[in-house]
């Protein structure tokens, strides 16, 4: 992580998740690499209700992906909240899926291994 951004932790639905402190206090879109949008939280909220409706009447293999998920936080939410969903996160930032690995061993106590 770059020394100079401040992380936090915040709690979403359920789920904790660790984000850039700036992207919280400024108005405007963060200029930082790593993305994380605190006014979609109504849109994940319906998302999960969603997904969780879905994964009971779906029959078969149940996998989310959430290509560019920047800091994961719809991912981690999906894989914390819905216990039934196979989860797949991806961004193309490595300091964003390095932040989501984060949060996914805060959240879970998992040991992962990223190249």
């Known amino acids: 992580m770059t020394k100079d951004i401040e992380i936090i932790e915040i709690v979403e639905g359920n789920t904790k998740i660790?984000?850039?402190?700036?992207?919280?206090i400024k108005s405007a879109p963060s200029k930082?690499?790593?993305?994380?949008?605190?006014?979609?939280?109504?849109?994940?909220?319906?998302?999960?209700?969603a997904?969780?409706?879905?994964?009971?009447?779906f029959k078969g293999p149940k996998i989310f992906l959430d290509a560019l998920s920047g800091v994961?936080?719809?991912?981690l939410r999906v894989a914390n909240e819905?216990?039934?969903?196979?989860?797949i996160a991806?961004?193309?930032?490595?300091?964003?899926?390095?932040?989501?690995?984060?949060?996914?061993?805060l959240q879970?106590?998992?040991?992962l291994y990223i190249k």
């Open 18 to 24: 660790l984000i850039p402190a700036e992207t919280l």
């Open 32 to 49: 930082l690499k790593i993305f994380f949008n605190p006014k979609a939280v109504i849109s994940r909220d319906f998302s999960i209700i």
């Open 51 to 57: 997904y969780s409706a879905f994964s009971k009447k």
């Open 72 to 75: 994961g936080v719809k991912s």
């Open 82 to 87: 819905i216990k039934t969903i196979q989860v």
């Open 90 to 105: 991806n961004d193309v930032n490595y300091q964003a899926v390095k932040l989501c690995s984060r949060s996914a061993v």
């Open 108 to 111: 879970f106590r998992l040991l």
